[in-house]
């Protein structure tokens, strides 16, 4: 029979008093949970891209107003179908612009071709370290990255380019949680 | 040969059978065997709490079954908020129809989508009736399902009407590639 056995005493001439734990309770709980959680388990596993939009909101009057310079931004240009152009800007004015080659890596998995951009990732990253304002952890804005596309760019060329500009990560906060150093917004024209 | 006088008989006086055959030594073999279940329970420990580690409360996202979505590696997890779906030509609010794509690939320019902005705009409203009573700011924060082979010009129309429909915090949903390790 199903039990475990448990001996106690028995020794010096006593009676030995035995007691079998029945484990048939127990395993039957456990089938039944197996059961529930193999019915309602999600296998496939869906994520996010974050690209907020810049919408001006009205002026908050309890804040000061105080002239700040603007912020360092990265304009990815990914109109031309050879390359792609990083272009910080300050404002109006250019600070520096670097072209990369567009090398796409195909990868499929079955019917399913996605294509990612390893070297305009690297670069971005390399980028970032050099030029980035925002990157101590106790910061808590992020760097701003500035997508120029063609309308008739197909969105997975956007997400794939968007994937390679979340690809520098930095730490943010106490718990030193890794998070992409840049956010993500569309140009309009 | 000598006849002897028998002698004692162990348990002659005892009337059950049994009794007299196991002391005798009656000769069957036991039929039962015990069966050591430890290694089974320790199975069955590990796949509870293996699925349990794996269990997750919030249950299956909606998919709509005519957007197929591009994958990425960068992403980050999943959260609750409106979405909106974006096929070859339809636009759709938590399943719900919220105008077409083709007015806007046919004037070939940015513009805003009108069935969508009513539609967020009443859903911002109504938040702000049922929940604007407590001190939370809303949230502003809307998912989009869009066809990987829709073009940028309906994209962007759609982000910057949800933006002016008050959610400017816009996240594109994708399915994940594994992560790369980076040296």
């Given at each position: ?67 700040q310079p ?46 990612r951009y ?72 | ?19 007299q055959k ?162």
């Open positions: 029979m199903a039990g475990v056995n448990v001996e106690s005493g028995g020794k010096g001439g006593r009676r030995a008093v035995d007691s079998e734990i029945n484990m048939i309770p127990m395993i039957d709980l456990l089938v039944c949970c197996i059961s529930f959680l193999l019915i309602t388990a999600v296998w496939s596993h869906m994520s996010r891209m974050n690209a907020d939009a810049q919408v001006p909101g009205p002026p908050n009057p309890e804040k000061e107003l105080n002239p603007p912020d360092k931004m990265l304009h990815v240009e990914m109109r031309a179908e050879d390359k792609f152009t990083l272009i910080w800007k300050q404002g109006p004015t250019v600070v520096n612009s670097i072209d990369v080659p567009r090398h796409g890596v195909d990868i499929v998995e079955g019917a399913v071709t996605t294509t390893p070297d305009l990732a690297t670069k971005i990253t390399e980028e970032w370290k050099a030029n980035g304002s925002h990157r101590d952890a106790s910061d808590k804005k992020l760097d701003q990255a500035v997508l120029h596309t063609d309308n008739k760019t197909l969105f997975k060329e956007i997400i794939s380019v968007i994937d390679a500009i979340y690809a520098p990560k930095r730490d943010f906060g106490a718990a030193s949680k890794q998070i992409p150093a840049f956010n993500v917004t569309f140009s309009v024209n | 040969m000598a006849i002897h006088e028998p002698g004692r008989r162990l348990m002659h006086l005892v009337p059950l059978k049994f009794v196991r002391v005798g030594g009656g000769g069957h073999r036991s039929v039962s065997a015990p069966l050591n279940l430890t290694s089974m329970i320790d199975f069955l420990v590990v796949m509870v709490v293996f699925l349990l580690m794996t269990f997750s409360a919030s249950g299956e996202i909606p998919l709509d079954k005519n957007v197929k979505l591009p994958k990425a590696e960068n992403t980050v997890d999943m959260v609750d908020a409106p979405m909106i779906a974006v096929n070859g030509s339809q636009v759709l609010v938590d399943g719900t129809a919220a105008g077409s794509t083709r007015a806007i690939e046919e004037a070939g320019r940015l513009q805003r989508i009108d069935e969508l902005f009513n539609i967020l705009k009443s859903k911002r409203e109504l938040w702000k009736a049922t929940q604007g009573g407590s001190n939370k700011s809303f949230p502003g924060v809307c998912i989009l399902q869009v066809d990987q082979m829709v073009p940028a010009l309906v994209v962007k129309s759609v982000f910057q009407t949800a933006a002016f429909a008050g959610y400017p915090n816009v996240s594109f949903m994708v399915g994940q590639i594994p992560k790369t390790e980076r040296h």
